[in-house]
């Protein structure tokens, strides 16, 4: 086994959650506002749960194929070299997936709070130190992640309750106006993003109970539904869905906006702070699942010798994917949810799914799976 | 004590191996001989004949028969015992009845079950182990004919007796500290848990200072794996000397570089009695009034033994308040520096246009004040601890007072900056560990340069350094940050604030194996009020 380390199923639960929450948070409220308009709490909402049903096959594929991250099973579900194909393709999601949240959150602190500042420096500062991490392996990860997380829920929970202050929550009103479709389209963004609940596959084999493992991812994308659906309700009935599109981070104007008897005021720097946090657990997470599947497709005997290059690499395509922010939001908006979702969230695990049951119960093969049980 | 002969043992490789592999060589069989005058010369020839404080006594039983020979190290025995215990009765008829009787065949176990007498008393088969015991301040009879030997425990040197501890005060509970003898602190502990099942185990190390270290656990309750990876890093360690308990926790900590202590030391008994009771393992190591306890969480900084004593709110009140202070001592000049080199904007404007007033004129940007005023404050905290105290008074206030006063009045610093560092001064000092609010000391200033380079983005970027290095940190297998991590809701509570006793019904789950149940159930105290039980009689005069 290239990783030693073991993780109990509610520390796997936990750095799912932040995984999911760190940028979802960022940039979807614009997005399903814009899609969604009054409705985009329910889409946001609907949108989530998406998640569950790609931990649903993920954790029985994982139950499946006992001690065997996504990368392993693929090879023995669709045979050698399809099978590393399908490996390659998640180390390529996961490295895509890290760009781009790098991408994001530089973006946002050049936007937001260090103008001057170029782009590169908090890529590269924020990639080495995920890099750290990778190396010090997964335990580590997941300790900061249980602390990061008293952090992230509690800034998250106090900001959300300061700002109720200035709510008017007829902003939510009407309800479904034109029906029920707008609130899909909406919902596909923030489905998309809790597909990445997909790092679950890499994770299970790592946990002191793999059958816990679908209760855990449950309980994360349910978790983070919840948490991000409340700071929409938060953003639209603060600004309205209007105002909220023609943000670039409603969130930190969401935050900005809290003023209560001009002392507690400009929180959002808090909101960095939290933020600079979550995003590095949740970079540190996709370049591990990206270095340890890149080891295990190639069949290295340690995942370390690859997070070098990999960092480069992430680096790299942070900088190079995108031309400015408004090309990473329209990319994030219309063309990476279907993309994403129909290959790496739903279609390759459907497909692995489709083929195990298919060579069990029609050609008899033994997976070892669930005899053991 | 097997143990501590097998390590005896190991203290010898030269002369062991030799004795097994090279048995004919005369000149080193002359150690084990029975011969009397051999074993003294062989004494004489080890200890060296210049070295005038082993003492070496030579006499003969009454009937004239045996002749004794009887080693000590002056100053470090008590005489007395050697005289009425050991000297008179295998001299003299008088006192044993059965002196008379002694002939060089029967002589050990004579002396042994009838003539002499002393509390501690054991056998050892040859002259090289007889002087080690010496060296210790035990005395050897070595008999004529007779290769064992008799030690006798005699042990009595001028010990510092048990004090306050100085470095950790408290207002309330036990005020008696480890001395420099390892017998006084195994009593210490010993008094407070007085159970068959708390266990002293005896290792050595130091080829030169052959130092005695002492494991204290309770058997059962200390987790058996631990115990055996202390043993193991202890019985490892190869070195000429150990003259403090220091000595050992470099050896043996899990991450030598890390600039975190990895393992608390104490000098308060009842604190280390405590972590007895919570499955910990207590190191005591000879001449050193501090004790190790292992393993060591972080959060271990911030208790203090009082809080354990004292009422359950002023226990929270007190950790919650460390927690905070720990904090500002790490961060707040780096965070001062950031938001008044980048983010002005973030401050409420009043505030923004004092501090802009005050900084008016300052020749150096906030990090070089800051830098600068840090170092200075190291410098007179450095300065006042080695001085004697009325000097140390005496430079804290010039230094304090009058340079920080004038550095203001000059322009060379703003107001502000001093508030700063002098709040993370003494902020630095309510933290109860040294070494964990030195580690914090030292960490400050490279996030003072972080925050002025990339402002609060440098700060938590270093921040976040730390927290990777502290989650990979671990204690002899327990993760530093737990029970942060690793831990139940109970576990967590517990070490962030303190449950009152009687809801504190477990040992930390990391540490302790078996039953960790510590109080019985239901002990919340509910008696009836005293006026129902008739305890008091109101007075009415009758009686």
Redesign the interface.
Known sequence: MLEKGKI?PR?AGELMFITLLATVILLVPEITADLAGHDAWLATFVGSLFGLLTVGIIAWLGLKHPGKTIYQYAESVLGKYPGKLVGLAYVWIFLHLAAMVVRQFGDF?TTS??VL?PLS??NI?LTA?AA??VI??LE?????S???I?LVVSFLLLVITLSIGNWELNQLLPFMKDGIMPVLRGAIVPAAFHGEIVVLAVLIPFLTRPKAAFLSGTAAVTASALLLTMAVVGTLAVFGPELTTSFRFPIHLFVRSINIG??L??FE?VV??TW??GV?IKISVLYYCAALGTAQVFGLSEYRSTVLPLGVLITALSVLLFEDIAELVSFLAQAWPRFSISVYFFGLPFLLLLVTVIREKIFGHSFGGQQDE | MKNAFSILKKMLPKKGASKEEAKPKPKQKQGNTASLSARIDYVKRQLGSETKDVIIRQFSSSNNKVKFGLIFIDGMVDKEIIHDNIIRPAQSDIISNFAPKLTPDNALQLLQEHITSGGELSVVPGIDQAILMVLSGDTALLIDGEQKILIYGTRSFDRRGVEEPLTEAAVRGPREGFTETIRTNTSLLRRRIRHPDLRFESMKAGRLTGTEIILAYIHGIANERLLEEVRLRIAAIDTDSILDSGYIEEFIEDSPFSIFPQIEHTERSDKAAAAILEGRVVIIVNNSPFVLIVPTTFFQFIAASEDYYERPYIGIFLRLLRLVVLNIALMLPAIYVAVTT??K??L?TALLLSIAAAREGIPLPAVGEAIIMEATFEVLREAGTRLPKPVGQAVSIVGGLVIGDAAIRAGLVSPAMVIIVATTAISTFAIPAFNASIALRLLRFPLIILGAV????GV??GL??I??HL??LQSFGV?Y?AP???GTARDIIGALARPPWWMALKRPRLLAVGDRTRQAKNMRPHFTPPDERELFHEDTGEK
């Open positions: 109990s520390q602190l709070f260090m500042t420096v908090f500062s130190l750290l991490a010090m392996g580590v990860i997941t300790r900061m249980e602390f990061i008293l001009k002392v005021t400009r720097v960095m702070v600079v946090a590095f | 980048f983010h904007e973030m409420p990339m402002g609060l983005y938590i970027f976040l350094l927290l990777i989650a990979g993760p940050l942060l991590v690793h």
